[in-house]
């Protein structure tokens, strides 16, 4: 069914759909490619979207099982008549939650921005089937190539440009050559004789995307007006034409050399007469490619950094935008053990890598990624960095004085400079007790409709907190940042503080607790917002907030404090600059060290089209970088979510983005962010991601990259509860019964061992991925357990059972957690967890019902809140954790944070065995299982920390002594010298056998020792 009676020029039609695989196992991905053309007379005059359906068991509407529906690759605006046109390829998975099938592939166009009307209805792309007898989806990949055949592409390769047509640029370290007639281009690296190449499937330069009122078109450059040498470098001349005509838009590309690093700048700039402008350029198109055959590997800074081999994947687009979904403006490739680095600069790029599956006589693999990148203005550059041998660290270091030319690097030495205190967060836990909370009726945490209020610390008792850090732990280094300290608690009134909480003390409560933290030796300060505005907030005004093109305020998330509206960042900063509201009043009345701005970091740079206040990304970049500088100025360090590296110039701590480590398996992870900015910014977890009892190995990835950490702790007085050491209980699998109409019982199981101390309540949370809670909550059973827990017995304990409903919009697999809390989450018997929480089964909700899927051998954990024979032996689970962790990461951040790293290797084939490098520094850590490291051992999660004035080390053997359990040991010079030449070395034992050898001589170490070892 056609209708779009509004656009009777645009006909399109659909040619074919290619697919990766037409039978998919559950769960997998597959790539699919649908071919369009236009058979009208003029391309669209709108925007129009893709439908993609996949429907069973009937070719209908109603039964969509997989919703597709995605912008074209080519927008429609573009789609010239008569051409046909891919879209794709793009990856999708197959669905889990249904049974194996027949899937109709059901595709067309519709007006997403008008009414809804579809200007193509089909099924004509066939049918695909799910079913668990077919191949695993990378078997669909082509088979390598020879050598012989990989040989004679390379030289096919080598010799693509005639030497007639040849225009040639050269360094001592690379040789590019470009075709005068097509623009096809090779850049040779001379150090390692590696090729890299423009795309290898046509001969075309470049994308020039024009734009006239609401016309669209795309000029695609495969050839010049002139094309020359240059006395900086070679000129390339294009005159776009539309409609066969020329338009008026002429676009000049320049290849010019450029030094630190040695390089070359690929630069456009345009001139327009008629009407017609240029809107976006693709300055690399599929260039820069690398194969399987290459061992080749694309690196992108997503968060801290990924690793995309070009032997894995399926067909299709990546694609991120800079500082909103990619960290820094760069990225890097490996082709034959040779690295290369491209970098940019506007704010307004696009980095795209496409991974294929071709058969080029040009392309010597059958797999392989190409780079992409798409800048929206009309003159710009990016640079290319063939960087000889190397892989992903010589492509960060490379990037280090680029980063410094844009004004980012900026090392603590520097910030010195402008605040001595800087100093003081080296080696700083970061506490963060969230003091109260609220919750009101119209957020989308309010299961019951209801307001509720939590007060978890009054000031008072933060000030104890950190009394008791300093003077009973001998936590000497640290900041307590306070959450919910604010009038309403957190999350809601934003953008008006004050006055402090009442429930917590009030102004004069949060100004006495502020000044006996500082007399800790410790910084202190709050959490803040200005990214939401809430229409509770005493200054609440509509005409502060973001505006889309159509003049409509735009959304911010939904929150503890309901739904939160975008406060434009040009208001963000009036509105914290307020004397006598914000912070120049809370400098006044509280005098804080420190300060956290919440989401400046996280929320991705957006535009504002209210004419009052217009903005535009770059604008938003600068906006709130006057905020971040404001808060420094007024409240001291500065700190917020997430992190992007224009951070690092205005922000001392970025918290959100370690998280990328913590929660990634080991070597997932391409650390590129700290090996350009170490040694410029703290990088941490998010505060719900804080480290507990079980979390060896969230601990071993701080050590690996010398950060520091945010502590998990109790509410209140936190240590003088009944919680001395962990609760002698292990949750066990529970018994799942389906009641039908996705209602289920359960009946929860737990080993008791012991005496339980006191009564506690317990937690569930189903998690899963679809849901955005930070701890990817999604229905909870909570409940207060009959008979409470100080009276059960030593046995198998059942409680239940409890009837449970799945919301409809958690199909699949959702992981039941479990725990226990009393004033905070309680460690059980040194069972394995994540942040309190025991895993002990999944539900897999479909069409059939429910299932319970059981949960692997639950392990025992013994590292972080140990403390047998050790210092923390009379402290509880919660206090030994702190104390260890600090006694490792502290000194171990002090004297890297000032050197940049210096390199990350994986040791072992698995990455199970990760080495890192700061100066003289060297730390190896082990993950998931016990490892030899030279003539050392260490348990699964230990590691050895080396350097001439400070190790550390959770071995089973070192320096000669076995160990017949791991122990934890830290020694640290304090004259200066080397340990082995120093007469003053502090030994930390932490557990374990307490004999330690150091320079040949043992010493038996029970708590801590001041020795000489010279």
């Not at 998919?24 to 597959?30: E, K, L, S």
């Not at 306070?482 to 006055?499: S, T």
């Not at 809390?821 to 019902?849: C, H, W």
Request: charged fraction near 25%; hydrophobic fraction near 35%; proline fraction near 7%.
């Amino acid at each position: 069914m056609r209708d779009g009676a509004g656009d009777p020029t645009f006909k399109p039609e659909l040619v074919g759909v290619d697919f990766t695989a037409r039978e998919i196992r559950p769960g997998d991905p597959f790539a699919m490619t649908i071919k369009f053309r236009n058979a009208g007379s003029k391309p669209a005059k709108s925007e129009y979207r893709v439908f993609l359906h996949f429907e069973a068991p009937e070719q209908t509407c109603e039964n969509i099982v997989i919703h597709g529906d995605h912008d074209p690759t080519v927008p429609t605006t573009m789609w010239e008549p008569g051409k046909i046109v891919a879209d794709g390829p793009r990856i999708l998975s197959a669905p889990t939650d249904q049974p194996e099938q027949e899937y109709f592939v059901h595709i067309g166009l519709f007006d997403h921005a008008g009414g809804g009307d579809r200007l193509l209805d089909t099924y004509d792309g066939g049918k695909i089937k799910v079913t668990s007898e077919a191949p695993a989806s990378d078997s669909a990949a082509p088979e390598p190539l020879s050598d012989a055949q990989i040989s004679a592409r390379r030289e096919a390769l080598a010799q693509r440009i005639p030497a007639d047509r040849a225009l040639s640029l050269d360094s001592a370290n690379w040789a590019l050559t470009v075709d005068e007639d097509s623009g096809a281009w090779s850049l040779t690296d001379k150090r390692t004789g590696v090729l890299w190449a423009s795309a290898p499937d046509r001969p075309r330069f470049a994308q020039v995307h024009l734009r006239n009122g609401d016309r669209r078109t795309i000029w695609r450059v495969d050839k010049f007006d002139t094309a020359r040498r240059v006395d900086d470098g070679i000129e390339l001349v294009t005159r776009a034409r539309v409609d066969g005509r020329p338009c008026g838009v002429t676009v000049t590309f320049r290849f010019t050399p450029m030094s630190d690093p040695d390089g070359l700048r690929l630069s456009y700039t345009s001139t327009s007469t008629r009407g017609w402008e240029v809107a976006r350029v693709r300055v690399l198109d599929d260039a820069l490619w690398t194969t399987d055959a290459d061992e080749g590997c694309v690196y992108v800074p997503q968060r801290l950094g990924i690793e995309l081999p070009a032997a894995k994947g399926l067909p299709g687009r990546q694609q991120w935008t800079t500082y909103n979904n990619i960290t820094m403006a760069m990225c890097g490739a490996v082709k034959q053990g040779s690295a290369i680095l491209v970098n940019w600069e506007n704010v307004d790029s696009h980095l795209g890598v496409e991974t294929s599956w071709p058969d080029l006589p040009l392309v010597p693999g059958r797999r392989a990624r190409a780079l992409t990148l798409d800048i929206d203005a009309p003159s710009a550059s990016c640079t290319i960095h063939p960087l000889g041998e190397g892989g992903y660290v010589e492509i960060a270091r490379a990037y280090r004085p680029l980063a410094k030319a844009k004004g980012w690097l900026i090392p603590w030495s520097e910030k010195r400079k402008q605040d001595p205190k800087v100093d003081r967060i080296f080696g700083a836990a970061n506490f963060k007790p969230f003091v109260f909370s609220r919750v009101v009726p119209s957020s989308r945490f309010a299961v019951d409709g209801k307001e509720r209020t939590h007060l978890g610390f009054t000031f008072d008792e933060v000030a104890q907190c950190a009394e008791h850090w300093r003077n009973d732990l001998g936590i000497e280094r640290a900041y307590v940042v306070m959450a919910g300290w604010i009038n309403g608690g957190y999350d809601v009134r934003h953008p008006d503080p004050l006055p402090a909480a009442p429930e917590c003390g009030g102004n004069e409560g949060m100004k006495a607790a502020f000044d006996r933290i500082k007399a800790c030796g410790y910084l202190v300060g709050g959490h803040d917002n200005y990214q939401d505005m809430y229409k509770d907030a005493p200054s609440w005004n509509e005409a502060y907030i973001n505006k889309d093109s159509r003049g409509r305020p735009k959304r911010g998330g939904n929150w503890n404090g309901g739904q939160a509206w975008q406060l434009c960042a040009i208001k963000q900063v009036e509105m914290a600059a307020r004397e006598k509201t914000n912070l120049p009043e809370i400098q006044r009345l509280f005098e804080p060290t420190i300060f956290f701005i919440d989401t400046v970091f996280a929320w991705p740079l957006v535009t504002c089209e209210d004419p009052d206040h217009p903005m535009t990304r770059q604008d938003d970049l600068d906006w709130k970088t006057k905020l971040c500088l404001l808060s420094k100025k007024h409240c001291g360090l500065f700190g917020s979510e997430e992190g992007r590296e224009w951070a690092v110039a205005c922000a001392d701590y970025l918290e959100g983005i370690f998280g990328h480590q913590t929660d990634s398996r080991p070597g997932e992870v391409i650390p590129l962010f700290p090996l350009v900015y170490s040694d410029c910014v703290q990088i941490m977890t998010h505060q719900g991601n804080r480290i507990s009892a079980g979390d060896e190995k969230k601990v071993a990835d701080h050590i690996l990259f010398a950060e520091m950490g945010l502590p998990a702790f109790g509410q209140h007085l936190y240590w003088q509860g009944p919680q001395r050491g962990s609760v002698p209980v292990v949750p066990l699998e529970p018994r799942v019964r389906d009641l039908g109409g996705r209602k289920f019982e359960i009946t929860y199981r737990w080993e008791v061992r012991g005496q339980v101390e006191a009564d506690y309540r317990v937690f569930v949370h189903f998690t899963h991925p679809a849901a955005d809670h930070p701890e990817k909550i999604a229905y909870q059973n909570d409940h207060v357990p009959v008979p409470g827990t100080s009276q059960w017995q030593t046995e198998i304990l059942e409680d239940g059972p409890y009837t449970v409903e799945v919301p409809e919009e958690y199909n699949g697999v959702s992981e039941i957690r479990v725990g226990m809390t009393n004033g905070g989450r309680a460690q059980l018997s040194n069972a394995a967890n994540e942040g309190g929480r025991y895993l002990v089964g999944s539900l897999k909700v479909s069409a059939d019902g429910i299932e319970y899927i059981p949960a692997p051998a639950m392990q025992r954990t013994d590292i972080w809140a140990r403390a047998d024979g050790g210092w923390g032996e009379d402290l509880g689970v919660t206090d030994r954790v702190i104390k260890n962790t600090w006694e490792v990461l502290s000194p171990l951040n002090l004297i890297t944070a000032e050197t940049p790293m210096a390199s990350h290797e994986f040791l072992t084939e698995d990455r199970l065995v990760q080495r890192t490098r700061f100066g003289d520094v060297t730390i190896t850590v082990a993950y998931e299982k016990p490892a030899v490291i030279g003539d050392d051992a260490v348990p699964a999660y230990g590691f050895i920390v080396q350097s001439p004035e400070y190790i550390a080390f959770c071995a089973t053997r070192y320096a000669g002594i076995d160990y017949d359990t791991p122990v934890l040991f830290t020694a640290r010079s304090l004259d200066g010298k080397p340990i082995a030449e120093s007469s003053q070395v502090r030994i930390y034992h932490g557990f374990g056998d307490t004999h330690i050898k150091l320079a040949g001589k043992v010493f038996e170490v029970d708590r801590e020792e001041i020795v000489s070892v010279k």
